[in-house]
């Protein structure tokens, strides 16, 4: 930033914000139109490194903000106007801060004088988002009176925040009228005089480096690896990741049970349908004899699989990048608040101690009985197909409530790396759609799919407007079940009225017109093979693509029963035998 051709204070200080944002490494913002937010929108819209991206809803443009930076792993910004715009972020902020997603809010606000005497759109903005954000800084109103190192360095120290702990920020930035450019001119050739060295240099106003820590392993590391151990995969940040860790469970010859949002559940070394085995006692009991447990990554989909953990009493080794707890059952154990990769360097493999391998032998067999029931046209048979029709390397978002959860239970075991993405801090069901649009924004030109339910899709009706925005494939699967069919498998009232009118409000709806009003390609297949076909044609089409699968409201649970009952009848009494894999 050399200089300027600002005519007021606040685009003189909108400037240096969004500059330093960009010297931070922060290249993608995303703004919704407002008045007072002015001063920032132009200064980012006129920086030669800045992104801009727009959407009329803050709501969707928060998600679609966090979609962005799940995808690039690395900061982006948010701008808005004051008042309840910044609300509106509240729910993306949540996810974000639950799942060490790094967002930027940069809210624009009124100044004091005007809050609290019932001027327009102001509303107390100073720490609305409280405890979930990492830091919250707010700036004193523009003005020459306050120099510019100050300016540079608040927003130096909360960037340096974010770097330490993985989260969004809160910047709330006042702003006197004027600010916009045909307004009043100030002279502010002087202004800068304090900054100059940062102007004509390219780096941050603050640099703070913190040294290393070289991770040293466990003492007894090599005995531990004499154990009977098993790997678990919870959510990670990358495929890289998964399997890295997949590799080192294949090394140590130790079962590997991989969550869909591993991005790594296809692997081969994974024992791919844990979820159903555990339906079994004597799988459970098998699996039970585990001597020691290493978790990478947390917020596990499978209730069954953390009520195993919950009753185990092998010791217990945690390991990942957020410093949160990772057992929702408050467990003894060892944890590690480490990037998996770096904590994996640290524990080289020397021991192969191939303790379970009829465990697998029982997963081959769930394999068969599953496949026999997916070729009539269900969210079952989407669920278990979409991991093999998805392309390598690309990116499959799936929504919350009964899609996560098939998807977890049943997808087809396959050797595709595709980067799994999910909103599974808070679990809402609501920005789902927005948060895919950004991680297809970040992705170019690679295919994205999105797999929600129907209320998910009601809930973010209004970011179909952004689909229209994008180039590459982008493929949605909206599986309706007239309402909430996810309360089918939980044990509600007898009376169905009551089910209907309190849980699952069947709306009676279909997306048809939707996807024509906002001009998306729309099919709606009747078949298994139609669906597959309709799928694979939608990839390879620039743009978006809405395929709607119409299912009875109970077809899910019914299945999800079915093949429950069948796996308990299975024979796995081999699975009790004495050092079968010794």
């Known amino acids: 930033m050399k200089h300027t051709t600002a005519s007021n204070i606040s685009l003189l200080w909108a400037q240096l914000i969004i500059e330093s944002l960009y010297r931070g490494g922060i290249n993608q913002v995303f703004m919704a139109p407002g008045s007072r937010s002015t001063p920032l929108t132009l200064a980012a819209h006129e920086h030669h490194g800045i992104t801009l991206h727009s959407h009329f809803d803050e709501r969707g443009l928060g998600y679609c903000a966090l979609g962005a930076a799940k995808a690039q792993q690395a900061p982006v910004a948010i701008i808005t106007t004051s008042g309840t715009a910044v609300a509106n972020l509240y729910p993306a902020v949540i996810e974000a801060k639950l799942t060490g997603a790094p967002l930027i809010i940069l809210s624009a606000d009124r100044p004091t004088e005007l809050l609290q005497c019932s001027a327009n759109q102001a509303i107390d903005q100073v720490g609305i988002f409280a405890s979930h954000v990492v830091t919250s800084v707010n700036l004193a109103p523009a003005g020459t009176e306050i120099n510019a190192n100050y300016l540079l360095a608040q927003i130096g120290q909360a960037l340096y925040l974010q770097q330490q702990q993985a989260g969004p920020i809160h910047i709330n930035c006042p702003f006197r009228e004027p600010f916009y450019p045909k307004e009043k001119s100030q002279d502010l050739r002087h202004y800068l005089a304090s900054i100059n060295p940062w102007l004509r240099s390219e780096s941050p106003y603050i640099n703070k480096s913190v040294p290393p820590s070289k991770l040293l392993p466990i003492d007894n590391w090599p005995e531990l690896q004499t154990k009977k151990g098993l790997i678990i995969a919870g959510q990670l940040a990358n495929t890289e990741q998964a399997y890295e860790i997949a590799s080192f469970a294949q090394a140590l010859g130790w079962p590997l049970l991989m969550d869909i949002q591993s991005s790594g559940k296809g692997h081969p070394w994974s024992l791919h349908y844990y979820d159903q085995l555990l339906h079994h006692p004597d799988f459970y009991a098998a699996l039970n004899q585990v001597e020691l447990i290493i978790q990478f990554g947390c917020r596990l989909v499978s209730k069954r699989l953390q009520q195993f ?21 408050h467990g003894m154990g060892s944890y590690f608040h480490i990037d998996p990769v770096t904590w994996l360097t640290a ?17 081959a067999e769930i394999s068969q009985l599953i496949a026999a029931q997916s070729h009539e046209l269900s969210e079952f048979s989407v669920a278990h197909g979409l991991s093999r029709l998805v392309p390598d390397n690309s990116a499959l978002f799936i929504g919350n409530s009964l899609p996560v959860r098939l998807m977890d239970m049943f997808a087809e075991a396959n050797s595709k790396q595709q980067q799994i993405f999910t909103n599974r801090g808070a679990s809402g069901i609501d920005g789902l759609l927005a948060s895919a649009i950004g991680v297809s924004k970040i992705l170019d030109h690679r295919p994205v799919t999105l797999l929600l339910g129907d209320t998910s899709l009601l809930h973010d009706l209004n970011s179909m407007a952004l689909l229209k925005q994008l180039k590459n494939p982008f493929v949605v699967i909206v599986l309706n079940n007239d309402g909430g069919s996810i309360f089918n498998l939980l044990p509600l009232p007898d009376d169905q009225q009551t089910a209907r009118e309190c849980y699952q409000l069947p709306h009676g709806l279909n997306f048809a017109n939707a996807a024509a009003m906002f001009g998306v390609n729309y099919m709606q297949p009747k078949e298994q093979q139609e669906f597959e076909l309709d799928y694979t044609s939608a990839l390879i089409e620039p743009g978006a ?14 299945m999800i029963s079915t093949i429950a009952a069948q796996i308990k009848q299975l024979d796995f009494a081999y699975l009790l035998q004495p050092d079968l894999s010794a």
């Open 347 to 363: 524990h080289p493999v020397a021991q192969h101690h191939p303790w379970a391998a009829h465990l697998y032998q029982a997963d």
């Open 309 to 329: 953990l919950q009753a185990s009493s092998a010791q217990f080794i945690g390991v990942q990048s957020q410093a949160d707890l990772m057992d929702p059952s």
């Open 545 to 558: 693509t809405l395929i709607e699968i119409t299912v009875p409201a109970k077809a899910s649970s019914e």
